[in-house]
């Protein structure tokens, strides 16, 4: 069963996040926009390119509402011991949950069954706590922040806009649809 349209489940998390670790709820994402981003394991390969990349596009992030919540299977004492080594990692701002329990990742049904480490899944999430997009991707394939970024302003036009829908590629420039019978078929 897919989890799009779905509203996220309770959970309690300790993140590290500017230096600190503080606790991190399903309350505290209430009214807001988020993405919680699932990446395998801390001191890894792809996974620091990432989240470096997520940290560079982090300001565009922020001025659309939105706050990222980056979650792997480690502790939030790996977290802060990867932010400290690695240059990627280090110019992460946002929250850096720690999952040892597992919980989030059997929530969002990233855990990997076996490995103890959850998939590549990256989660949209609307002010209502409602999960608007998923992806999963295997785990040699990394994301895009700037893609991500225009799904996300996509979203946030649709839910603005019920009446429309955005086509491929559609970018806040660009020209939406309004559904109705007489596109059938003329797309």
Not at 138 to 160: C, I, M, P, S
Request: net charge negative; glycine share 8%.
């Amino acid at each position: 069963m897919s989890l799009v349209g779905t509203k996220i489940l309770p959970f309690t998390s300790t993140a590290f996040h500017q230096g600190e670790f503080v606790d991190v709820t399903e309350a505290d994402i209430e009214g807001k926009w988020a993405v919680f981003f699932f990446y395998p394991a801390d001191f890894s390969f792809v996974c620091p390119t990432e989240l470096g990349d997520l940290a560079d596009n982090y300001d565009e992030f922020t001025k659309l509402g939105v706050e990222i919540y980056s979650v792997s299977t480690d502790t939030h004492f790996v977290h802060a011991a990867w932010h400290r080594e690695s240059d990627q990692v280090g110019k992460v701002n946002y929250f850096m949950l720690g999952d040892p329990a597992a919980q989030l990742s059997n929530n969002f049904q990233t855990l990997r069954e076996g490995d103890g480490v959850a998939d590549r899944g990256t989660f949209l999430v609307d002010p209502d706590g409602v999960i608007q997009l998923l992806e999963i991707s295997a785990d040699g394939v990394g994301r895009d922040a700037k893609e991500l970024l225009r799904k996300v302003r996509a979203a946030q036009y649709v839910r603005k806009h019920p009446d429309q829908v955005c086509p491929a590629h559609w970018d806040d420039t660009g020209e939406t649809l309004a559904p109705g019978l007489d596109l059938v078929g003329k797309i």
